[in-house]
């Protein structure tokens, strides 16, 4: 008495085990690609938000460093403008009343009216979440195809 059996053929297995054992490798780096790309959306945004005098604080703002595949998954934007913290939050009573960003503790002086918080840089971000989410996702998808 012979054996009976049934042969199954995958086509394509082979290329799509390879594409498997890719798949973190790929999605890690379309993570870091997309966290990336939200790093330039929020720079431009910060850059249209942030209040004008001579140019040079908005000429400042730029992603200061970018997420790295397998080490350091994130992007800081900002910039090395010591006045920034000053623009961003204000500084006395004025800032004070006027900063909404309750997330970072600032001191005022109490003694002296200061200037009003003019944020560009937690509104670009804030703004922007769905945008940010957005481009992720499709560099995420993009890395699994």
């Avoid at 204000?90 to 003694?111: C, L, M, P």
């Avoid at 200037?115 to 890395?143: C, H, T, W, Y």
Wanted: hydrophobic fraction near 40%; aromatic fraction near 6%; include cysteine.
């Amino acid at each position: 008495m012979g054996s009976t059996g049934v042969k199954i053929e995958f086509k394509g297995l082979s290329q799509i085990l390879a594409k498997y054992q890719k798949l973190p490798e790929s999605v890690e780096k379309a993570i870091a690609d997309g966290i990336n790309m939200a790093a330039g959306i929020v720079e431009g945004s910060a850059k249209r938000l942030c209040p004008v005098d001579t140019g040079h604080l908005r000429g400042s703002i730029h992603v200061m460093k970018e997420a790295i595949p397998g080490k350091d998954m994130k992007a800081i934007v900002g910039t090395n403008i010591e006045y920034a913290p000053y623009v961003e939050f204000g500084t006395g009573v004025r800032g004070q009343a006027t900063n909404e960003n309750t997330k970072i503790a600032v001191s005022y002086k109490q003694d002296w009216a200061g200037q009003s918080a003019q944020p560009f840089l937690a509104p670009a971000l804030r703004n922007n979440k769905d945008r940010i989410e957005s481009a992720i996702f499709r560099k995420v998808i993009e890395g699994i195809k």
